[in-house]
């Protein structure tokens, strides 16, 4: 009677945990509300480390930084993300005309009812001027801004303000680290934040929460 009660209780077990125990351990996760701290280096487009202290360092591109640790393939095909599966059906975006009183709805997906970005001859230039502050970036064919992780991500001391005016401004490529606080408005790296291995300490959350959705998710004037 014992080893059935041990052998009940053991399966259980493993099958409340089945869902821990079937990700793949390549990837890291903590599945907690709380912050998680990163003491990370940023990489280029080519995956290599930037030295934020060499003359004229690269940009780093988020996707390539965190791709050692995360799946950036799966999350790519989330709602926020560019790439992967259309998947369920969200949001659209809406190109408006203000002297036809005319809203069309558009997405990169291939959902249903909804116009192509190149349907509208909107270009990727004309998509992040228009879009790209409330566009967390990495639609490759739509927008010219890589993917912002830290916009959704960060938990603290991301300055959407910035990152508007630096849109408004046409500064697609470094608007994202403007307002994550990676490098000033002339485009260099704020080394003070930078160890002497090029690392860079970030409380990140899997959900920042309302306060990280109501930039984008709102009808407030955030200017």
Known sequence: MNRFLFCLSLMAFLSGNLPLLSQDSTWKRTDSDGPYFHSIQLRDSSGRVIDPSAPDPALPDLSATCAPCHDVVAASGGLHGGGGP?????????????????????????????????????????????FGRHDAGGNAGTTIAGSDCL????????????????????????????????????????????????????????????????????VRNLE
Do not use: Q
Not at 90 to 118: C, I, N, Q, Y
Not at 158 to 174: L, P, V
């Open 151 to 218: 916009v959704c991500h960060l938990a603290e001391g991301y300055d959407f303000a910035k990152r508007i005016e630096h849109f408004d401004a046409g500064d697609f490529s470094t608007a994202p680290f403007i307002a994550a606080g990676l490098i000033d408005g002339e485009g260099n790296y704020d080394t003070p934040r930078f160890d002497s291995d090029g690392r860079i300490n970030l409380d990140l959350l899997a959900d920042a929460g309302p306060d990280a959705c109501l930039p984008c998710h709102t």
């Open 86 to 130: 259309d998947g369920k059906a969200g949001e659209p975006w809406f190109l408006m005309d203000a002297r036809s009183a005319t809203g069309l709805p558009m997405h990169h997906r291939s959902w249903p009812a909804l116009f192509k970005p190149v349907d509208l001859v909107t270009d990727g230039a004309s998509w992040s001027e228009t």
